[in-house]
T-cell receptor, first 124, second 104 residues
Framework: QVQLVESGGGVVQPGRSLRLSCTAS????????VHWVRQAPGKGLEWVAL????????RIADSVRGRFTISRDNSNNTVYLQMDSLRPEDTAVYYC?????????????????WGKGTTITVSS | DIVLTQSPATLSSSPGERATLSCRASRTISTYLAWYQQRPGQAPRLLIY???TRAAGVPARFSGSGSGTDFTLTISSLEPEDSAVYYCQQRSNWRFGGGTRVEI
């Protein structure tokens, strides 16, 4: 079964760091670009970051630029989101999602498989 | 930055009825628009991409149309399981619209 699984969430104090992981099963993650999208409690979806399939291209939302970093380890089939200097407004469910691929096209702006999400709570 | 505005905020309807959801872009985006469905407590699900192409496994009652700045998601005959929030999303900065809640 094709699925993504996020891990690494939890409760963290403001100013601290956390690293989220996104792993895949049922497919090879290193053939896809991967996004992180977050959703604050009761709010809509906010795109956070994108990394290309080979890791050469990384994009970060203005709201987290300079604090969040996206990376990947294709040997371990894992994508990471390093979150530093966390703020209360970063409290959200964080989803990883893979880019849509309809061979031979890679649509790095659409997301067709999503994980169930991991919850980050930033609070003192 | 391109902003997507969705309307209505909430749509209340009955099974079998037709639902029309709107998404308006602040600048032209050609047909680079997707629609997602998010049921309560679940992750989003891709329904439509490139404004009108149904994603794999999406029922035919879901259809998308539009280009430029005005887009529509139509659910031709509502089913109870269509109760969800629907988001549009564009490619230039990957941003989502604010969502439309569909209550059945």
């Amino acid at each position: 079964q094709v699925q993504l699984v996020e891990s690494g969430g939890g409760v963290v104090q403001p100013g601290r760091s956390l690293r989220l992981s996104c792993t895949a099963s049922g497919f090879t993650l290193n053939t896809y670009g991967v996004h992180w999208v977050r959703q604050a409690p009761g709010k809509g979806l906010e795109w956070v970051a994108l990394i290309s399939l080979d890791g050469s291209d990384k994009r970060i939302a203005d709201s987290v630029r300079g604090r969040f970093t996206i990376s990947r380890d294709n040997s371990n089939n894992t994508v990471y989101l390093q979150m530093d200097s966390l703020r209360p407004e970063d409290t959200a469910v964080y989803y990883c999602a893979r880019e849509l691929v309809v061979p031979p096209r890679h649509y790095n702006y659409y997301m067709d498989v999503w994980g169930k999400g991991t919850t980050i709570t930033v609070s003192s | 930055d391109i902003v997507l505005t969705q309307s209505p905020a909430t749509l209340s309807s009955s099974p079998g009825e037709r639902a029309t959801l709107s998404c308006r872009a602040s600048r032209t985006i050609s047909t680079y628009l997707a629609w997602y469905q998010q049921r309560p407590g679940q992750a989003p699900r891709l329904l439509i991409y490139d404004a009108s192409t149904r994603a794999a496994g999406v029922p035919a009652r879901f259809s998308g149309s539009g280009s430029g700045t005005d887009f529509t998601l139509t659910i031709s005959s509502l089913e109870p399981e269509d109760s969800a929030v629907y988001y549009c999303q564009q490619r230039s900065n990957w941003r989502f619209g604010g969502g439309t809640r569909v209550e059945i």
